[in-house]
């Protein structure tokens, strides 16, 4: 089985400030990893994926991840936050060597940024 | 421009009626997920299939059916048996059950409760 944690509900960083929203997961063989971003009554649009290669990924609108195996880790980054940034994000896995190309999500991160 | 259409974006169900919420892409893509998503509870699948005239139940189908008579369209039919219906339903595509692309969404179906 597959899972995902987004151990914090609310992230709150001030425009400027570098932003971290966390995701664990857990696979039994190799994962690919995705970022989605939600703004209110809107659908899920994606960031950025992991599936091989290098462990820092860049994405959309200035997002980066870093995947780290040891820690089962992959964090949303972003090096100054903006206020347009305020959302929900969702953090997905899916075990490669699984069928039906089925995505587990977390339970999302809802991201404030103040002025 | 390509991309996947939910119809209506709002929708209100009666006791003991059935409802069913569209989906329609353009993309040629073969296969395509129904979720569900509630408050703090993150995405949930309902329903899934991967090529025509087939699909799967996903981690909570009961209470709902799906049909998917051609490539384009998916739709997703709320019965009078989901005793809970009232959630934002979103519908997904994606080019095929390998594939390692993301997953893209529509805009989502809120279903409330009259």
């Known amino acids: 089985a597959q899972s995902v944690a987004q151990p914090e509900d609310q992230v709150n960083v001030a425009e400027g400030n570098p932003l971290t929203v966390k995701c664990t997961y857990s696979?039994?063989?190799?994962?690919?990893l995705f970022w989605y971003v939600q703004y209110p009554n809107r659908g899920l649009q994606f960031l950025l994926k992991y599936i091989t290669g290098d462990n820092l990924v860049k994405g959309s609108y200035g997002f980066e991840a870093e995947f780290n195996k040891s820690q089962t880790s992959f964090h949303l980054k972003k090096p100054s936050a903006l206020v347009s940034d305020s959302a929900l994000y969702f953090c997905?896995?899916?075990?490669?060597?699984?069928?039906?190309?089925?995505?587990?999500f977390g339970t999302g991160t809802q991201l404030k940024v103040e002025l | 421009d390509g991309g996947i259409t939910q119809s209506p974006k709002y929708l209100f169900r009666k006791e003991g009626q059935n409802v069913t919420l569209s989906c329609e892409q353009n993309?040629?893509?073969?296969?395509m997920y129904w979720y569900r998503q509630d408050p703090g509870q993150g995405l949930r699948l309902i329903y899934y299939s991967q090529i025509v005239n087939d699909f799967q139940k996903g981690d909570i189908a009961e209470g709902y059916s799906v049909s998917r008579e051609k490539k384009e369209s998916f739709p997703l039919t709320v019965t009078s048996a989901q005793k809970n219906p009232t959630a934002f339903y979103l519908c997904a595509s994606n080019l095929d059950r390998s594939s390692n692309q993301p997953q893209h969404f529509g805009d989502g179906t809120r279903l409330s409760i009259l």
């Open positions: 993309l040629n893509h073969d296969a």
């Open positions: 997905a896995v899916r075990d490669k060597t699984g069928g039906g190309n089925k995505l587990t």
């Open positions: 696979v039994s063989g190799n994962p690919y």
